[in-house]
């Protein structure tokens, strides 16, 4: 026999890998229930769809297909650093903010440190360090599935690199205030890098929420984390962003695979950024529809999370995946969620009409089975 052949394929944290779990698509919902108009508010994507500016670059951008894209993703880059007021140099983008979750993952910590984040939280924090082999800390939120900032602190270790913070969270919606993230990033040890990520951010009316951006002076390891998927509503060219000082910038360039955000993503992103107007409105909608969606859940008994964000999370107080497949059947796709909330559903907040579609779906369950 061969030397070594036997020895396992991958390594551990690799077999620990699990396939990551996207929102149902519509498509394959149709397909399935050979029906039409089915609504997904399953992966908190724009409801009002892609800038129509967007849509448009990204048409007339089609015909320079033969082209490698710019590398150095020059015009992108440099219309996020003006409209955030840093340097170029502070400004790197990835594949969707993901990639760049998994970078820093694999940038910053070695397989000897370690790596804080919340649970429940976005679940990519879980599997970017386990790609990586990176030992990690999950720290639970309170009872209410408010964030726990002094237990995240504590989680701290002599080895720790890297802390995870979603601001507003995933999959709660809960934020942390100016007060407690300025006294996070404050108590942090120095080595540590924070990362921040603001998937969210044009969504929160809560009067203490601010963007960490606004608190760069508190440390030096500082990332921001930004994503074109939800506000401006092109998920699918998959366009996110880090802001942070150059030299922490500088290592996530150098880890990056060349041309890691592709020609349209860049022109469409760059498009976007530039239509102010449509990410008004969506944001407009999101917060007049948010608390409206809250208070009907509410009222049919159910109990839902406080959310700053562009979905609600909401206990069915019965096991979620029934809630989800009943659901379907009125072709209605949620999120379900794992344990330790797996009687918990996260629902996107959509247009008017299909709250209606989604508060109707959830009376006729509820009674019917009442
Ligand atoms: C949706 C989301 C992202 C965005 O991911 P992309 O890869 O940019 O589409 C990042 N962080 C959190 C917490 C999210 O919910």
Not at 69 to 90: C, F, I, K, M
Request: glycine letters at 8%; proline letters at 8%.
């Amino acid at each position: 026999m061969l030397p070594g052949f036997m020895d396992p394929l991958v390594p551990p944290n690799v077999d620990r890998m699990i396939p990551y779990q996207p929102g149902k698509p519509l498509e394959e919902l149709e397909r399935e229930l050979g029906i039409t108009q089915a609504i997904k508010l399953a992966s908190n994507e724009n409801p009002l769809g892609p800038s129509p500016k967007a849509v448009e670059a990204i048409r007339a951008a089609a015909t320079q297909l033969h082209l490698y894209p710019d590398g150095a993703a020059h015009a992108l880059r440099s219309a996020l650093a003006e409209r955030h007021g840093v340097s170029l140099d502070e400004v790197v983008l990835g594949n969707g903010s993901n990639e760049l979750i998994d970078l820093i993952c694999r940038t910053f910590p070695s397989r000897d440190d370690h790596v804080v984040f919340g649970k429940p939280s976005f679940v990519c924090y879980w599997l970017g360090c386990t790609a990586a082999g990176v030992p990690f800390t999950e720290v639970p939120l309170k009872d209410d599935l408010a964030w726990d900032v002094d237990a995240m602190l504590e989680a701290v270790e002599p080895r720790t690199k890297v802390l995870f913070l979603a601001n507003p969270n995933n999959p709660t919606g809960a934020h942390v205030g100016k007060a407690e993230l300025s006294r996070l990033l404050r108590e942090l040890p120095e080595r540590v890098v924070a990362v921040i990520d603001e998937a969210y951010v044009e969504f929160p009316d809560a009067e203490d929420y601010v963007t960490a951006l606004e608190l760069r002076d508190l440390r030096e390891r500082l990332l921001v984390l930004r994503t074109f998927s939800k506000a401006y509503g092109i998920a699918g060219s998959r366009v996110g962003y880090a802001l942070g000082p150059a030299e922490l910038v500088g290592y996530l360039h150098r880890m990056r695979a060349p041309f890691n955000v592709n020609s349209l993503g860049q022109i469409g992103a760059l498009a976007a950024l530039d239509d102010t107007a449509h990410v008004e409105r969506y944001v407009a909608l999101n917060t007049a529809e948010r608390p409206r969606v809250a208070a009907g859940l509410r009222e049919l008994g159910l109990t839902v999370a406080p959310s700053q964000a562009n979905f609600v999370l909401v206990d069915f107080g019965r096991p979620g995946r029934e809630v989800y497949d009943a659901l379907l059947r009125k072709g209605v796709i949620l999120r379900p969620m794992p344990a330790p909330i797996d009687t918990w559903l996260r629902i996107t907040i959509g247009t008017p009409d299909q709250n209606d579609r989604l508060l109707g779906a959830v009376k006729e369950l509820l009674d019917a089975s009442a």
